[in-house]
């Protein structure tokens, strides 16, 4: 019995908002502003002695301790689980923990405003968001991991006004209808023939 695969086509506004070159200028003020954001972030970090340097996992340690407080009590904010995890696993390694923590949000940052590898940078800045909700930190959170959700979506287009434009193309990622040359974009050009 021969298998088959089913496709499912994507639909056109998904297309429109998140695969289209009417977007890019959307999703380039979006990934420029969320880029800003974390990499603000990541310099105060990173120039930070309780972060980086001598004191290194200073302020991570306290930050930790604090979400493992929420924790505890009549009602906590923190899950029992990710409690486990800060006490066993990230407190432990704190300093290691602040190093990457500083330097994540940096690189995310600086990624983001490049438009270099947009997608990938935006995942690893929402997992960073994640990670801190469930620490039990709101702050920008919510909003910052909503706007990484959308650029993961709009990989194809999000940094095209970036190095993506080149990068992914080297990756061997569709260029759709950025590419004249493309199937896609012959597809969508007007015949010139009668």
């Given at each position: ?20 070159k ?7 003020v979006?990934?420029v502003y ?16 309780a ?8 302020a ?8 493992l ?16 995890m ?31 590898l ?56 569709p ?20």
């Amino acid at each position: 019995m021969a298998r088959s695969t089913t496709f499912y086509p994507e639909p056109q506004i998904s297309k429109f908002l998140f695969a289209s070159k009417w977007m890019a200028p959307v999703w380039t003020v979006v990934r420029v502003y969320l880029g800003w954001l974390w990499l603000s972030a990541g310099w105060g970090k990173v120039t930070n002695p309780a972060w980086v340097g001598s004191n290194a996992g200073t302020a991570i340690r306290g930050y930790l301790q604090g979400a493992l407080g929420r924790a505890q009590g009549d009602a906590p904010t923190v899950t029992a689980w990710y409690g486990w995890m800060i006490e066993h696993i990230f407190l432990p390694i704190a300093p290691l923990m602040s190093y990457l923590v500083a330097f994540g949000e940096l690189l995310v940052g600086v990624a983001l405003i490049l438009g270099f590898l947009t997608g990938a940078a935006a995942f690893f800045g929402g997992l960073m968001n994640v990670a801190f909700m469930f620490a039990g930190t709101l702050s920008s959170n919510p909003l910052m991991f909503i706007l990484a959700t959308w650029l993961v979506l709009a990989w194809r287009v999000a940094g095209y006004y970036g190095l993506d434009r080149w990068v992914l193309p080297l990756l061997g990622a569709p260029r759709g209808d950025f590419d004249l040359s493309s199937p896609a974009a012959t597809e969508a050009r007007p015949s010139t023939t009668h």
